[in-house]
């Protein structure tokens, strides 16, 4: 599978991909990233891009990716020249869905929880169990798990 996650910095796409790549450490699966985020603490872009389950080379060229989770809508068109087909794969945290995490917990950043419940239920390598384990491990889980449950939904 092959995974672009795209953001802003501050939003927590690195810690999305870090919770990715721990899920498929623990199904024993390998996996290759790479991260672009020079401007990151500016506000500029974040870009992770995953090879879960295949490659040498974290590297994922334009037109290949299966997902595109994007954190920031005005990166969906440039999400889209990644994926294999322009409208398949394509996961968008929408303003709606930050104003909704900020109502309920007063920061952005559980929207990560939000997006990861709408890439296990896009996908079929992992599952809920899957990516409730390794939430587990973070400091708010009860927060994270309320945004992922929603994300399934």
Known sequence: MRLVI????G???ITL???IAQMCIDKGIP???SEIHGMAKKGGLVEIQMKI????SG???KKTADFAIVLDESYKD???SYLKDSEKGLIVLTEKDKLW??????DVRFANAFLLGRFIKSQSVFDKDDALSVLEQFKFFDKNKISFERGLS
């Open 17 to 19: 991909s870090k919770i």
């Open 78 to 80: 440039y999400a889209r």
């Open 101 to 106: 995490a900020v109502n309920q917990f007063g």
């Open 59 to 61: 590297v994922v060229l």
């Open 11 to 13: 939003m927590g796409a």
């Open 53 to 56: 389950g295949e490659g040498k």
């Open 6 to 9: 795209l953001g802003v910095g």
């Open 31 to 33: 996996v290759r990233s």
